[in-house]
């Protein structure tokens, strides 16, 4: 079965860059996705890497995908008050089903 | 602005006790999925419906189940609501056109405390 995995808790200064690392096992996964989930609301999708692809850039954020290590991160630059939340990382297998990582709880500290 | 509405936000029931959750979308999406979350836990899915085809996860306790009457309504009804039910429950949408990043778009939640 699919397994997803993420360190739990990232702590950051504002201004600086924040990176997000997951490493899933499912190596037929087609799609790796990055959602965002604020106190209180469903989730948000950021961003989203086809696995054929190994670099993803869309605004402040990158998404840099190691196939071979089956190893996702998201780096943010620039991270602002707002930035604060619960990053999960996402697998999609054959069948459009996700499997989420338990989350990355980013706090930004002024 | 067409959106995955969950009412109620939340919801409080007592041990037990039959609830029902809702689940509505404006998006015309075909497939339909409820995740149920726990603190500080990933989303887990209990199910999710193709067009009208239903789809139980292996895992999903016999006390959940599910009610699509058409397009854009999806229900959660929770027969006998015990302790560890407790949680977050998601509704997400999926247009699944085969494009790249079919997306799952999700809604607000509706956080159900048993009493």
């Known amino acids: 079965g699919e397994d997803v995995e993420q360190s739990l808790f990232l702590s950051v200064r504002e201004g600086d860059s924040s990176v997000i690392n997951c490493t899933y096992t499912?190596?037929?996964?087609?799609?790796l996705y990055w959602y965002k989930q604020e106190p209180g609301a469903g989730l948000q999708l950021l961003t989203y890497?086809?696995?054929?692809?190994d670099m993803k850039q869309d605004q402040r954020l990158t998404v840099l995908l190691n196939k071979k290590d089956k190893h996702l991160s998201l780096r943010i630059a620039d991270t602002q008050t707002g930035d604060s939340a619960i990053y999960f990382c996402?697998?999609?297998?054959?069948?459009?089903?996700?499997?989420f990582g338990a989350g990355t709880t980013v706090t930004v500290r002024a | 602005d067409a959106m995955v509405i969950q009412n109620p936000r939340y919801q409080v029931t007592q041990f037990g006790k039959p609830v029902t959750l809702s689940c509505s979308q404006t998006?015309?999406?075909?497939?339909m999925y409820w995740y149920q979350q726990k603190s500080s836990q990933a989303p887990k899915l209990l199910f999710h419906?193709?067009?009208?085809?239903?789809?139980n996860e292996a895992d999903t306790p016999d006390n959940f189940q599910s009610r699509r009457p058409n397009t854009s309504f999806c229900f959660l009804d929770i027969r006998s609501p015990g302790l560890g039910d407790a949680a977050m429950y998601l509704c997400?949408?999926?247009?699944?056109?085969?494009?790249?990043?079919?997306?799952?778009?999700f809604g607000p939640g509706t956080r159900l405390t048993v009493t």
């Open positions: 998006l015309n999406h075909n497939v």
């Open positions: 996402a697998e999609r297998s054959n069948d459009y089903k996700l499997s």
């Open positions: 419906y193709y067009d009208k085809d239903f789809n």
């Open positions: 890497i086809f696995s054929n692809m």
């Open positions: 997400a949408t999926s247009p699944l056109s085969g494009d790249a990043g079919d997306e799952q778009y």
């Open positions: 499912d190596s037929s996964s087609t799609y």
